[in-house]
T-cell receptor
Framework: NAGVMQNPRHLVRRRGQEARLRCSPM?????VYWYRQLPEEGLKFMVY????????ESGMPKERFSAEFPKEGPSILRIQQVVRGDSAAYFC???????????????FGQGTRLTVV | DQQVKQNSPSLSVQEGRISILNCDYT??????FLWYKKYPAEGPTFLIS?????DKNEDGRFTVFLNKSAKHLSLHIVPSQPGDSAVYFC???????????FGTGTRLTIIP
């Protein structure tokens, strides 16, 4: 059973370009979360999705950022018109539909390191 | 507004001794407390958790203690091994609100 797969592992974008980060959850997992880690900081929650639904996007910046988890295919975190401050590690996590808080059963991917130049 | 604090950015411990990592939180309504371990260039890996109705949970070399009156969480690793060298994050969660709130992490170095 493969773990949470994120690609690309490293992404370099020029200011103003778009960044697309992909996350394939573990098999059988229906909950996906995106977190961002800025240098020298802890991980910060961005968004929680289930298939075709955004459940909680309270951590997403109001502009330029969007996320989706379609019926088929990976979850996508999209950042439009990237700026230097978007440089960070972006982690995706997934969890199964079991009893108890879903977020406590989250398995994390290896992350995508976005560098904006 | 930092709800979860790890006040020690780094900690060095001799191999075989006990490592104690600490975490303080501000909201007494948190339901679940977790510890994650993270190696460079990898994602966090779940280590151990405890619900708010307990004060101790043990799993092999790892024990988590919860002091609700002090709003304090600690992770004990004994005996410490070189492979334990990593950054450790505490995290909190509320039932019905699935987002984890992480501390800033403590870098643990085990000295052979």
């Amino acid at each position: 059973n493969a773990g949470v797969m994120q690609n690309p592992r490293h992404l370099v974008r020029r200011r103003g370009q778009e960044a697309r980060l992909r996350c394939s959850p573990m098999k059988g997992h229906s909950h996906v979360y995106w977190y961002r880690q800025l240098p020298e900081e802890g991980l910060k929650f961005m968004v929680y999705l289930q298939k075709e639904n955004i459940i909680d996007e309270s951590g997403m910046p109001k502009e330029r950022f969007s996320a989706e988890f379609p019926k088929e295919g990976p979850s996508i975190l999209r950042i439009q018109q990237v700026v230097r401050g978007d440089s960070a590690a972006y982690f995706c996590a997934s969890s199964p539909n079991l009893d108890g808080p879903f977020g406590s059963r989250a398995f994390f991917g290896q992350g995508t390191r976005l560098t904006v130049v | 507004d930092q709800q979860v604090k790890q006040n020690s950015p780094s900690l060095s411990v001799q191999e075989g001794r006990i490592s104690i990592l600490n975490c303080d939180y501000t909201n007494s309504m948190f339901d679940y407390f977790l510890w994650y371990k993270k190696y460079p260039a990898e994602g966090p890996t779940f280590l151990i958790s405890i619900s708010s109705i307990k004060d101790k949970n043990e799993d092999g070399r790892f024990t988590v203690f919860l002091n609700k009156s002090a709003k304090h969480l600690s992770l004990h690793i004994v005996p410490s091994q070189p492979g334990d060298s990593a950054v450790y994050f505490c995290a909190v969660l509320n039932f019905g609100n699935e987002k984890l709130t992480f501390g800033t992490g403590t870098r643990l170095t085990i000295i052979p």
